[in-house]
């Protein structure tokens, strides 16, 4: 997801496949499908998509709870996440479904660089104006988190699509789309 400064905000994706998933939970202004890379080590991330290339170093990164039951996250998480960090690990997106952001990992960045064509775009600051993501907005003060979401789509779509995805590609999605809110 990546918001423009003034407003658009606009889904990157490698394939049709991922932007017809991400586009049944999130609505976009404008979606666009290009190559994509990334590189992970442990203290640094590269991500380079279409015509964009964002190149973070992070600090040590901290290890956050391991597998838990949902209400966990909705109910003792989530006052929590809210008020020292300002972000939402629970909501319901504006297509209805209702997911829990389960982070794995925080850390704090180092550094940071992006570009649009080969030109940067300037100094790491905070996240301000808020990017217009609703619950999903990321937290001001730049970090990287690993996050697990739980998805739950009360009209079925997202079952559909992943049922369908898994049986016509073998492959199995990082998101979990749960059967059952709580």
């Known amino acids: 997801m990546w918001a423009t400064p003034d407003g658009e905000r606009v889904l990157f994706v490698a394939g049709d496949e991922a932007r017809r998933f ?21 203290r640094a991330l ?68 992006a570009t649009i064509e080969g030109t940067a775009l300037g100094a790491m600051t905070s996240v301000d104006p808020p990017c217009r993501f609703g619950f999903s907005e990321p937290p001001r003060r730049p970090s990287l988190t690993e996050v697990r979401p739980k998805l739950h789509d009360p009209s079925g779509r997202l079952d559909l699509f992943a049922h369908s995805h898994r049986r016509d590609r073998g492959y199995r999605s990082r998101a979990m789309v749960a059967r059952r809110p709580r």
């Open 22 to 42: 991400v586009s049944a939970v999130y609505r976009f202004d404008r979606c666009v499908i290009g190559p994509l890379r990334v590189d992970r080590q442990p």
């Open 46 to 113: 590269w991500v380079t998509i279409a015509d964009r290339a964002v190149a973070v170093t992070t600090g040590q990164p901290r290890p956050i709870l391991g597998p838990r039951p949902r209400f966990v996250t909705r109910y003792v998480e989530a006052p929590l996440a809210r008020r020292l960090m300002g972000v939402e690990p629970y909501g319901v997106s504006p297509t209805g479904v209702r997911e829990w952001y389960q982070a794995r990992s925080w850390a704090p960045l180092v550094s940071a660089v």
